[in-house]
């Protein structure tokens, strides 16, 4: 999100006259794009802007500005914390950065984090940062309104906004005709998608059809979906649509229903259990990854265990691993104690990591001797002679070289793997 984000303030200060440039010798302003989702998310960008003061004494015009969620939570004060920092700017108020930046010049400090009921940036082109030029995201709706009890985004990001499907489905085709072949439909909850006009509705499916009818050979993604709206609408729109990718990120948070409560997810075990059997029967061949917290307030042994064991029945094939970080301002801040002490939580999140790495591999071994097709991304990092790419689960595989060419769709027939590749070669066309 933040990386869209950034493609989108890129295309603002574009447009406004200033240029991009790739090293700190170059820079006037360096504009850091932040989350404030965890606490050591945020510890990073302090870090980052403590660094920077050692450019700014050799180079005495350099200015610092915050943008995104961190300037949302921490507003004014985060230029008396990090008082090297003279410009914060929040996530709605991103059209306002060339009046910001300009009162930077002449000698003030700005700060601007007006969140909007409104703002999707819809008309606005971003830049492609550091595109490869074959996969872009694309921004569907902004904010959410969830409330999960211990996240800070509905604080930081506002409310829940769709963006005019039309703007998604020009923006995927321009992308199509630049040589684009893969597209991420992005929001916090995309299944909460909703757009009317003249009164006909466009819900999240009929967003998906419309993206994947620019083209048959343009793949579509997306993330997140929220279990409790996952619905078979969209599990059929997804199966009608073989260029919309097999593979949904379903995050659960915890395989506990009392902490699923206590997390306000508005789930239980027993629902998402449901909607991974509904994503089996649809998509036989799709994959599912998670996010889970690892000690979130009053999470028991026995809680804890009801994790693992959801990861062993579900098996998913990736998963983003927390432990659980206490955001001010949030329900859980202010009414459940952070009571589960550091040294159990980093115990239990290295159980479930350690889990997840074994069902990864056993996942993986059960690809070897089957064939993809792969949209060829690039050089693997590893060697020159080999290419990588993405199988529609959106696992990697890496693969000989060949004739292969980046941008193209191939055939690879699995021949190995490690738990976060698949290792291949191409198959004859
Ligand atoms: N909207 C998406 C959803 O609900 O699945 C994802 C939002 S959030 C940016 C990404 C992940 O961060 C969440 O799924 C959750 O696992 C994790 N997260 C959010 N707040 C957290 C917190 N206070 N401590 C630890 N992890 C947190
Ligand atoms: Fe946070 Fe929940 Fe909204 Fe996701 S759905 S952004 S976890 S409040």
């Excluded at 915050?66 to 914060?88: T, Y």
């Excluded at 990001?157 to 005019?164: A, F, K, L, N």
């Excluded at 579900?314 to 459940?336: I, N, P, Q, W």
């Excluded at 990591?353 to 990864?360: D, E, V, W, Y």
Aim: proline residues 3%.
């Amino acid at each position: 999100m933040n990386f869209a984000d950034s493609e989108v303030v890129g295309a603002i200060l574009t447009e406004a006259g200033y240029t991009l440039c790739s090293t700190l010798e170059e820079a006037d302003f360096v504009l850091i794009n932040t989350c404030a989702i965890r606490d050591n998310a945020e510890q990073r960008v302090r870090h980052r802007v403590r660094e920077l003061r050692a450019q700014q004494n050799r180079q005495r015009t350099l200015r610092i500005g915050i943008l995104g969620c961190m300037a949302e939570r921490l507003q004014s004060r985060l230029m008396v914390e990090e008082d090297n920092v003279s410009l914060v700017c929040g996530p709605d108020a991103y059209r306002r950065l060339p009046a910001l930046l300009r009162q930077v010049r002449e000698g003030q400090q700005a700060s601007e984090v007006e969140l909007s009921t409104t703002e999707t940036y819809a008309d606005i082109e971003p830049v492609r940062l550091g595109s490869n030029g074959i996969s872009a995201y694309i921004s569907i709706m902004r904010g959410c309104q969830n409330y999960c009890s211990y996240c800070v985004v509905p604080y930081t990001r506002g409310r829940e906004r769709s963006r005019d499907p039309h703007t998604i489905v020009d923006e995927a085709r321009t992308l199509y005709e630049r040589g684009y072949r893969e597209v991420t439909l992005l929001g916090q909850n995309v299944n909460s998608y909703r757009w009317s006009a003249d009164s006909v509705p466009t819900g999240f499916p009929d967003l998906m059809e419309m993206v994947a009818d620019v083209a048959p050979d343009l793949r579509v993604r997306f993330a997140t979906s929220h279990p409790k709206d996952l619905s078979d609408e969209l599990l059929q729109a997804m199966a009608a649509h073989p260029n919309i990718c097999r593979c949904i990120h379903l995050p659960v948070q915890s395989g506990s229903d009392c902490m699923l409560k206590l997390m306000n997810r508005k789930y239980t075990v027993g629902w998402y259990l449901d909607r991974v059997e509904a994503i089996r029967h649809y998509l036989p061949d799709c994959s599912i990854t998670t996010d889970v917290i690892a000690g979130f307030s009053s999470e028991t042994e026995e809680d804890h265990q009801a994790t693992l064991e959801l990861f062993r029945r579900v098996r998913y094939d990736y998963a983003y691993m927390f432990k659980y970080s206490e955001r001010e301002g949030t329900y859980a801040s202010r009414h459940l104690a952070d009571d589960v002490p550091d040294d159990v939580k980093t115990r239990r999140l290295n159980e479930i990591i350690a889990l997840q790495g074994q069902i990864a591999l056993e996942n993986n071994r059960l690809e070897v001797g089957r064939e993809y097709e792969v949209l060829v991304e690039g050089e693997s990092h590893r060697s020159k002679e080999r290419l990588f790419g993405r199988n529609s689960q959106n696992k990697v595989l890496v693969f000989d070289r060949g004739d292969a060419v980046p941008g193209t769709y191939r055939r690879v027939l699995v021949t190995d793997c490690t738990a976060a590749t698949l290792l291949g070669q191409l198959t004859a066309e």
